[in-house]
């Protein structure tokens, strides 16, 4: 929870704000919405400072397994997890995540943990979607939080 936390905490505060929390929540491939967001920090922020806390994270956390009937987080693979996965961990049921997973899969054909913008191209066409050069540049500006030319889950 604590690397979750550290990559959630974009400026090094200590403390998550709510553009933090959605940021990363976004980064991690989970749409979530102002109110989620909202409803989120009404759980855990008990302090009402507008900022979660490490602790107030995992009490946020807690209060998400609990709400989706596991009193454990779920089984995660025992390699080595993204940032985004271990956030989306936090916040998503496993079986969410698990088809998450296997859409990137679908794109990531080297097996190499990122999608580049070839393997993009290759399996749009492959869906039978025609794709200009400037689709796939949109769609990597968007999700390429790095900047590094891949998207990683």
């Known amino acids: ?6 990559s959630s905490d974009a400026n090094s505060s200590g403390s998550i704000t709510k553009l ?7 980064a991690a491939g989970v749409k979530s919405t102002g109110e989620a967001v909202e409803v989120a920090f009404a759980k855990a922020d008990a302090d009402g400072d ?12 807690a ?15 025992s390699r080595a997890l993204s940032d985004g996965e271990r956030i989306a961990a936090l916040f998503l049921p496993s079986a ?8 990137f899969r679908k794109y ?14 290759r399996a749009l066409e492959a869906a039978g979607v025609k794709s200009t050069g400037e689709a796939v540049e949109a ?15």
């Open 1 to 6: 929870l604590r690397a979750s936390f550290r």
């Open 20 to 26: 933090e929390l959605r940021r990363a929540l976004e």
């Open 50 to 61: 507008g900022k979660l806390t490490f602790t107030e994270f995992c009490e946020l956390h």
């Open 63 to 77: 209060l998400e397994q609990a709400g989706s009937g596991s009193a454990a987080p779920p089984a995660l693979p």
């Open 96 to 103: 969410k995540l698990d088809e998450l997973r296997a859409s």
């Open 108 to 121: 990531d054909a080297n097996n190499s943990g990122s999608i580049t913008k070839l393997e993009m191209r």
């Open 139 to 153: 769609a990597f500006a968007k999700a390429d939080g790095d900047g590094d030319g891949k998207i990683s889950f």
